[in-house]
């Protein structure tokens, strides 16, 4: 299971997706640990089972055990500061900023690796969801670290291709008969 074969399980209209999948992997200027851990982090974001289960083995081939936590762990808790926090936003009460927000992060204060690489895919899960208050707030602190915009983009980059594609293999698995039309 891997990257190959979820390129070559992608319908002839996603050529562009076959393309771009190789290439944010094998281009990308992330480190082993900061790619693998976006990989990860946006596979699970994205909720694609098949993409999950071809590249979940992948990701754990190049992380260690605490990278792998970690990165679950950010995928988690985005999970849920993703909903809270896009929620606050749309909102457009700022009474509610003022609020506490009563939920456990306790992840953040210790994530198991690097903070930067937290960050990163904190960054990443927070673009697939959709969350431009949490994206900021992750920009910001990756910025404040050194982390180049270069790296920045390439993480997102990869989310953005990784949740492309398990949402084109789900649909494809859920519909066939689109890939006929």
């Known amino acids: 299971m891997s990257v190959e074969t979820l390129r070559a399980a992608l319908p002839d209209y ?11 992997i094998s ?7 900061r790619l693998w851990g976006t990989v990860l982090v946006a596979v699970i974001a994205s909720r694609g089972r098949t993409a999950l289960a071809e590249l979940e083995p992948e990701a754990r081939e190049h992380l260690g055990d605490e990278a792998y936590r970690a990165a679950q762990a950010a995928a988690a808790i985005m999970a849920m500061n993703n909903v809270y926090y896009r929620s606050l936003h749309l909102l457009e009460d700022d009474e509610y900023d003022r609020m506490r927000a009563g939920l ?9 690796v690097d903070r930067s690489d937290f960050e990163l895919w904190s960054l990443a899960a927070s673009a697939v969801n959709g969350c431009g208050r949490c994206l900021q707030a992750h920009e910001h ?18 989310a953005s291709v990784i949740h492309a594609v398990a949402v084109t293999i789900e649909a494809e698995e859920s519909v066939p008969r689109l890939s006929a039309a």
């Not at 281009?27 to 640990?33: A, D, K, N, T, V």
């Open 14 to 24: 996603a050529k562009d997706l076959r393309l771009n999948l190789g290439s944010v």
């Open 104 to 112: 456990r992060m306790n992840v953040l204060a210790n994530p198991g």
């Open 27 to 33: 281009q990308s200027r992330l480190g082993e640990q």
């Open 141 to 158: 602190e990756l910025r404040s670290r050194g982390v180049s915009r270069e790296e920045i983009q390439d993480a997102i980059r990869v």
